[in-house]
């Protein structure tokens, strides 16, 4: 009898699954919306552990092949990325950089103790022209952070003169004896970085009146001004944004936010695995996009209250996965392992990001290599490609591209224990190429699910790339056969109606025709 009923609940489990409605995706493809800027996907490097030292800069010398220092493979994977924007050198390092350290003959560039990440060495052989041939050499805009924590506005102002002046200057003059005739372009230039932090331990008002001293003395010729960034908050917090938004607070083109993903939610005591965690840190911590979301929400609200025209632009430009350091490495170094997690966990924060595009035109993940949650992983002369590269990688139609209106009908609810998120998330935008593509996950660790797609006209069939794996923490490691690595989706529409069966722990990326 028990076997007859266990039969018999088994059967009404598979015909609630097989009859279960389907998601329905609604794209307004008729009613374009603001465009997502490439920047959305900018990279951050900064120098922390072996993320710029050994990670990419191996020296003019090495023995690995290198262009002036940078090493092929690792630039060569980057620049197929189209990585669009660089943030350099920090970070909490930045409040502690002085830029005349780090010019002139490399051997004589004083050796500084890194203080922010691990207390070890900096030798300062990755400076200003260093910088700046790495982002030549990708094809990148520049992020350049100046210090306010240790710093001073002359510094500063001084920095970016080195850096733009054209004509005869002392400045000028200098950095053309270091090796560089024309001027840097300068796109992007950060007062401080996480002044509410480890950039001063500052509030608000205070930070405000020493923005608009710093920003006072910025100057730069009229074709190579940088958009001027102010440090902004994190979490929930507004009240940054307010102080550095109201009237009177003059130079603040963008206003910076960051916020990162730990599994636990505390920065007390342990943070959560990378690997071998439970399926409720799999939904704990790709549910922090929502938080995400409306972190970026409340501070619209309040640009949209004192900045009704929208000339300030909201970057979010520290996030991604932070997870326990990878035991026995230097915990400083903030190295940890890169999985199918954080692949799904990057595309859930463009799917937000890209939702909020009128406003939110720059983030950049931390960071590019060997550190958090990195692109690239490396081992003296190897590396490897991580998953979230590749969801960076199957994104990239959606740079520039013209985002549309797009909302789901009938998504279900994914709880774990305490932890629960919606199962389906997904964006639509209309390519620089012309096609229309759709960026899709199912957070679903068991079930796969069946969207059904909307586009007010018929279809013929989607196009793209999936990203799954056989377990939740599937990674790619050097040396071995990677286990997360994008594969060809095709479905067929049927009566010009479209279907899509996205995978349990999927992403899929597809261009609808």
């Not at 990203?467 to 990677?482: F, Q, R, Y």
């Amino acid at each position: 009898m028990k076997k007859r009923l266990s039969a018999l609940a088994a059967l009404l489990c598979v015909s609630a699954a097989a009859f279960a409605a389907d998601v329905k995706l609604v794209v307004k493809a008729d009613q374009p919306g603001p465009v997502i800027h490439r920047n959305i996907y900018g990279q951050f490097a900064e120098h922390l552990g072996t993320g710029v030292y050994e990670g990419m800069w191996v020296g003019p010398e090495s023995k690995i092949p290198n262009v002036r220092g940078w090493r092929k493979d690792v630039i060569g994977a980057l620049k197929a990325l189209k990585v669009p924007l660089v943030r350099w050198p920090g970070g909490c390092f930045a409040d502690e950089y002085h830029w005349r350290e780090g010019i002139g003959p490399r051997n004589k560039r004083p050796v500084k103790v890194n203080t922010s990440w691990g207390g070890v060495p900096e030798n300062n052989a990755v400076g200003t022209h260093e910088f700046f041939d790495l982002a030549e050499q990708l094809g990148a805009e520049t992020y350049v952070n100046g210090n306010i924590g240790t710093g001073t506005p002359q510094e500063m102002a001084e920095w970016l003169e080195y850096m733009t002046a054209e004509g005869n200057s002392t400045l000028a003059q200098l950095r053309r004896k270091n090796g560089r005739d024309k001027p840097f372009r300068v796109h992007y230039f950060a007062v401080g970085n996480e002044t509410w932090g480890c950039g001063g331990n500052m509030r608000p008002e205070f930070y405000a009146d020493l923005f608009r001293q710093a920003a006072t003395f910025l100057k730069a010729p009229a074709n190579n001004r940088p958009i001027i960034i102010a440090s902004g908050g994190t979490g929930m917090q507004t009240e940054w944004t307010d102080a550095l938004s109201k009237k009177g607070v003059a130079g603040v083109n963008a206003i910076s936010h960051h916020e990162y993903t730990l599994p636990s939610g505390s920065w007390e005591g342990k943070k959560g695995s990378a690997v071998g965690f439970p399926e409720s840190e799999w939904v704990s911590t790709l549910g922090k996009a929502q938080q995400i979301d409306q972190m970026i929400v409340k501070n619209i609200e309040v640009l949209d209250k004192n900045d009704p025209a929208k000339k300030i632009g909201f970057y979010f430009d520290e996030w991604g996965s932070w997870y326990d350091p990878e035991p026995g490495s230097n915990p400083g170094f903030l190295v940890q392992r890169n999985t199918l997690r954080d692949a799904l966990l990057a595309a859930l924060h463009f799917n937000v990001f890209h939702a909020h595009a009128e406003r939110v035109k720059m983030t950049n993940i931390a960071q590019m290599v060997n550190v958090l949650q990195a692109m690239i992983l490396t081992t003296k002369d190897k590396m490897v490609l991580t998953p979230t590269y590749h969801a960076f990688a199957m994104y990239i139609p959606f740079q520039d591209a013209t985002s549309l209106p797009a909302t789901l009908e009938g998504n279900p609810v994914y709880k774990v224990d305490k932890y629960e998120m919606p199962t389906v998330s997904a964006t639509a935008a209309r390519g620089k190429d012309g096609k229309l593509y759709l960026g899709l996950v199912n957070a679903h660790a068991h079930d796969a699910q069946t969207l059904s797609v909307d586009l007010g006209k018929p279809v013929q069939a989607a196009r793209g790339q999936l990203l799954t794996a056989d377990k939740m923490d599937s990674e790619n490691e050097i040396g071995k056969p990677a286990q997360v690595v994008p594969k060809a989706f095709e479905a067929q529409a049927t009566n010009g109606q479209l279907k899509l069966t996205l995978p349990a722990k999927s992403m899929v990326v597809v261009a609808v025709e």
